[in-house]
């Protein structure tokens, strides 16, 4: 808790620094992020962050400084070839996509490791610390990297804001937007100005390799959570800012703990409880879903059993033994115990001296469940001709879909009928 | 058999179009005239997508001219609307059916502006128009295929534009969808309206349309459709392949020529 505090009350300004520059980044990487997924581009983000360290040696070499508004111009004007490389390839070859962006990322970063490694054995004293390109330096963020990153930030949110509903079109359906007028080639060259631009501020915090995760993490996770485009965005940039912030803080109580990495592994744990979590789209609340289903399949498939024990002898509230022969042929013994207990549970049956004996509530059901099977199995043979003697099984599942407007509709159009294919009764 | 026609909508001059270097139209001259329902009929790839594409300057033309209501495209892009074919979007991106609607409006927003009130009544009318109004928060990828391709004309719809050209809008979609399509068509051409179909369907073409292209690589025929939908021609359309076309038509794009030197 101490630490806590002492984290947030921000009184060491490299803790700042740390923490304001990962923020500024992580939300800016996000919200274009965002856009490469949707646009199923995600790998750019890979591409131009290894690209950009030609750019990067480059303009160390001119100008002997390690200014990072002067590499930032370099790093982002060769992550910009890289793209257009890319793209030149596609367009003027039968090169595919994913060999074109093999191709260029690997080119770039060659040239890339050729060159840094020509400066670290030149002898020049200023390029120390050059390296921290490759694998970032969040723990180190100074205040000059904060302004870069702040304007920067400030740039690609703006940008994103302003053009949000463009980019929208074109990321959906590039063909209209040009139709209707929209200056695509235009927007299409912001749109990847700005990921640039993210790319690189985020390099300088997690390094070329994390970065791409940094894009694509945040927006995948965010997309299990909503199916509104502006609240995926805004979702993104929250998941970023948690991960910055907890980054920084980890780094800060265990000084062993690189910041970056730890960014990566935060987005990638609120991702891995989105894949799992989410509502509607989470594997573990389909997973449930899919049990209570279960559940009900077999409360159903009982009281319809019972109800149809009754109806052969006449008498339809008749007790049944646990040891009935019937029910035992149907049901496995676990499957029996279980749901008779979930249907006692819920006051379909009640226990007796002997057995059991379906309530009132449980005769209906049962008697519903039933009607909607033979209801069903009379709609295939007499709409979908369906020959008697196949109808049951696909009956047995439908008679648990079917909702009351269904069941309504369905006995109009066979006019209220009381006999099923198989000529047993139709239960009113 | 070309008819033209005076004081046309649409006006294709001499089109040369190449489909990766390999030319897909060859010289096609036509002229559509105004409140015309216009079927463009064809077998697979005959180039009819190409065509649509080509007059909304979605793909380079190698020669001639396309002129709409007498001007270029770019001075008459709010009064022509284009709904493409549903297959060529993602379905699963994250947007509801409003969203998309309201895309339809983009262009008379202008840059930076989020769509108003009037706007939304636009789309919402235009869904409405379409019979999908109660699905206007639905997410797109829980729509029917006729469900999107009823959406996508709604989008088109909310321009209020004087032309309309879909690419396939019956391609997989239901029977009801297509007559509700039809009839909206139909109203639009009664109002006076332009309007150009790709249609692959020959047994609807008469009933549908009262303008029939017929093209395959070149133009057969342009006219009424009581004139131009005759066995003889639909022969010439679907049935003799013009190997000697398709084998020159390999050579241009091995050679890498331009179809045309120089235009």
Known sequence: METLIEFFSFKYPNVKYVVFGTILLSISSSAVGCFTFVKKKSL?????????????????????????????????????????????????????????????????????????????HSGNAAQSGLDTFLFGKAAALVGKDLIAFGMIAILVLGTVLALYKEFKLISFDPQFASVIGLPTKTLEFILISITVLAVVTGIQAVGVVLIAAMLITPAAAARFW????????????????????????????????????????VLSIIALISFFFAP???????????????????????????????????????????????????????????GLKKLKADGYIIATKSGWKLTQEGFQKGKRITRLHRLWELYLTKYLRIAPDHV?????????????????????????PTSDAHQPAIPP | MIIQSE??????????????KKPVLWGVDFTIPKGALCGVIGPNGAGKSTLIKAIMQLIDIDSGYIKLFDRELDAVRKKVSYVPQRESVDWDF????????????????????????????????????????????????????????????????????????????????????????????????????????????????????DWVLLLNLRLIASGPTKKVFTPALLEETYGGKLTLLAEVSELVKKGEFKAREKH
């Not at chain 1, 109800?307 to 042929?329: A, C, V």
């Not at chain 2, 009544?121 to 295929?145: C, N, P, T, Y």
Request: net charge neutral; with cysteine.
């Open chain 1, 44 to 120: 750019i983000g890979d591409v131009i962050s290894h690209a950009v360290l030609p750019g990067i040696c480059i303009s160390f070499l001119i100008s002997g400084s390690k200014d990072p508004f002067i590499l930032i111009i370099g790093a982002f004007l060769s992550g910009w070839i890289s793209i257009l490389v890319m793209n030149k390839i596609i367009q003027n070859t039968k090169i595919k996509e994913d060999a074109a962006t093999g191709f260029s990322l690997s080119v770039f970063f060659g040239i890339g490791i050729l060159l840094l490694t020509f400066i670290q």
């Open chain 1, 226 to 265: 909503t199916n509104a485009f502006h609240k995926m965005i805004l979702l993104a940039a929250f998941f970023g800012v948690i991960s910055g912030v907890s980054g920084a803080f980890i780094s800060f109580t265990a000084p062993s703990m690189p910041t970056g990495p730890w960014m990566v592994m």
């Open chain 1, 280 to 338: 509607g789209k989470g594997i573990l609340i389909r997973q449930y879903k899919r049990f209570v289903i279960q559940r009900q399949l077999l409360e159903e498939n009982l009281l319809k059993a019972f109800y149809k024990l009754g109806e052969n002898e006449n008498h339809p509230k008749r007790e049944i033994t646990t040891n009935d022969d019937k029910l035992k042929r149907s049901f496995s013994s676990n499957q029996l115990k279980k």
């Open chain 1, 392 to 416: 049951h099984e696909d009956a047995e599942t439908i008679e648990h879909v079917i909702t009351p407007e269904l069941e309504k509709r369905l006995q109009e159009l066979l006019d209220f």
């Open chain 2, 7 to 20: 004081n046309p909508a649409l006006e294709v001059h001499d089109l040369t179009v190449s489909y990766d």
């Open chain 2, 94 to 209: 994250p947007a509801s059916v409003m969203d998309v609607v309201l895309m339809g409006r983009y262009a008379n927003l202008g840059l930076f502006k989020s769509p108003r009130k009037a706007d939304k009544e636009a789309a919402l009318k235009a869904l409405e128009l379409v019979g999908m109004e109660s699905f206007r928060k639905r997410q797109i990828s829980q729509l029917s295929g006729g469900q999107q391709q009823r959406i996508f004309l709604a989008r088109s719809l909310t321009q209020n534009a004087d032309m309309y050209l879909l690419d396939e809008p019956f391609a997989g979609v239901d029977a009801a969808t297509e007559k509700a399509i039809v009839e909206i068509l139909k109203n639009l051409a009664d109002e006076g309206k332009t309007i150009i179909v790709v249609h692959h369907n020959l047994q609807s073409v008469e009933n549908y349309f």
